[in-house]
């Protein structure tokens, strides 16, 4: 059963300028994409600075509002909701963000902070908030008795475990991971990708886990899209990343990724250019500007995202 | 036939800090040396020495609260830098050794053109007229593959995206054919096709020039990728070096070898497994332990470890440097 059903979502924000501070543009965040995550499973979103992972995870679960498209959580449609019926998914829906030193409030301690949600959504009678918040801490591998430090006090690694706690504290079924571990040392790295695969486990959680580094998508997810300005590009299971993707740019990614092997006399693959400002991007297919497969119809018409095989959808002419 | 020399010796480091808390010191006793034309990668997690290096060889570090130790040594021809003079100084960094950061926006200045940040380096360290050095400004930017050399000259900063401006630091970095280029992460703040692009680009120059190169990363694919030789570093110390395929293939310090395996594999099928890890943190510099810096995290510590901290010194059987009482491949 699909727990999430996207479809054809959008997002353009106004670009303002000029003397009269007019709408004289729009930036083109997320053009058009539809998709489905199941009960239990890891979604992965991959690809470059800008091309707007973070906002889609925004949209899925309205931090902010589409310009069209749909969210069906659960058989409900989300995106018409009002505030009082929107609050029961604001708490099976949380997020948790990229960077773990601007995201938690300085001012407050771990314990005020966990708490503001739990007693919101009362979560647990309030005879319960104390040690419903001792569980969470040791759930992420903190120590119970650090709760009344504030955020500072913590390491990287630390800070991201109270982002995670604050995440589970309302006992959600969907989590936005905005690449959790992108800030962090890479031994930190593994202990936090770790606790979030156990916690997974354990909780039956269905995630949205966002990053640009492939390595860890294809060691954390079961299914993954492959992003470019804004359009899904490829979808396809993870575990034949390597063997089957497709589209010109997945590919780009995976040998512009240097491999951990000195032996492995490979040489990077190199693209031209860079990935076109969302604000004007090209006509026709996104990466044509880029695209070593280039064809003359790719300037004139965007290619469909059409499934290629079972569970495999490509967004490329050149690909039969 | 001559002996070959390394072109810079850098013994005993020991770079400290005043802070509120009292002195750190944040590189202590390092030593290595660099060879013309190789690739020499520094790596190790944040916080562990490797800025604090570079910048103790440019001297570039903040002048009333650091100090490098009087018997630290850093050997560039003929002159040692550790203790060298501002004038001195000055006269080397740029032109024969020069240096690329990890945020190329806040290294450029944003007030001036393109063309004119890169006359700066060549008025100061060449003879060449003013026509001349426009067309060696052109030139440099035409080699490190920048599109329109020609009108980029005369544009600022902000008009370029991020892999450009790196482009830009490096093409300033070399206009002066330094003999030694020091790269500080230069590819981190960059997307995965754009770090490509600059560590191709990297590569081709070494070549083209002969520069040799100290990349300082904690990406340890970039190393594989593009270095010679690997020094490790933990909390300030040096303890390990090697060959890059000496470092991947047969690491000796329980760190490096951890810090290994807790990197996602590409392509290896491990999807769905939990990753090693390594517990714990790195000790704070102001709270460092007595014996073994490591000794917190390693999965191989023993009493002796927590007592007394190693010594960097040949392995007993690869005669290979490393700082371990108990190293791994030892038999
Ligand atoms: N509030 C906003 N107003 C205007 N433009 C925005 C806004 N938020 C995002 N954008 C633009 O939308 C595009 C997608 O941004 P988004 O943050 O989703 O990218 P991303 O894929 O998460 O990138 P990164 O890897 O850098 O986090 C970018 O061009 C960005 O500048
Ligand atoms: N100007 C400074 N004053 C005090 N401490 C510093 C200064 N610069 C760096 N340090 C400390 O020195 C240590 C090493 O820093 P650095 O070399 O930047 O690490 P990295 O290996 O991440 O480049 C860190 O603990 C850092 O906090
Ligand atoms: S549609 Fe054309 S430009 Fe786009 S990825 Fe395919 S071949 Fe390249
Ligand atoms: S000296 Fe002991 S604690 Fe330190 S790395 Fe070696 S075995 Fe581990
Ligand atoms: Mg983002
Ligand atoms: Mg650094």
Redesign the pocket.
Known sequence: MSLIRVDNMV?H???RGGVLNRIVGK????NGVSFRIDEGEVLGVV????????????LIIRL?ESTSGEVHYDGTEITHLGHNDMLPFRRRMQIVF?DPYSSLNPRLTVNALLKEAIVFHSIVPPSEVESHIDKLMAKVGLRPDQKNRFPHEFSGGQRQRIGIARALALNPDFIVA??PVSALDVSIQAQVLNLMMDLKDELGLTLLF?S?DLKVIEHFCDRVLV?YL?YVVEEMNCLDIHGEARHPYTQALLGANPVNDPDEDRELTVLEGDVP???SPPKGCPFVTRCPLVESRCHEEMPPLVEKTKGHRVACWAVE | MTTPTPILRVENLTTSFRTDDGVVTAVDDVSFNVWPGESLAIVGESGCGKTVTSKSVMRLLPEYTSMIAPESKILFGGVDLAHADERTMRSIRGAKIAMIFQEPMTSLNPVFTVGWQLDEALRYHTSLSRKGRRERAIEMLRLVEIPNPEQRVDEYPHQLSGGMRQRVMIAIALCCEPDILVADEPTTAL?VTIQAQILHLMEDLKKKLNTAVMLITHDLGVVAQVCDRVIVMYAGRVIEKGTVREIFHSPQHPYTKALLDSIPKAGRREHGKRLPTIEGIVPSLDDLPEGCRFEARCPLAEKRCADEEPDIVPHAFTERPVRCHFPLNQT
Do not use: N, R, W, Y
């Open positions: 997002k924000f106004p670009v930036v083109h965040a997320v690809g470059e600075s800008g091309c707007g992972k973070s906002t889609l995870g925004k902010i990229q905005d690449e966002i640009h992003m804004g400002s969302p604000f | 997307d």
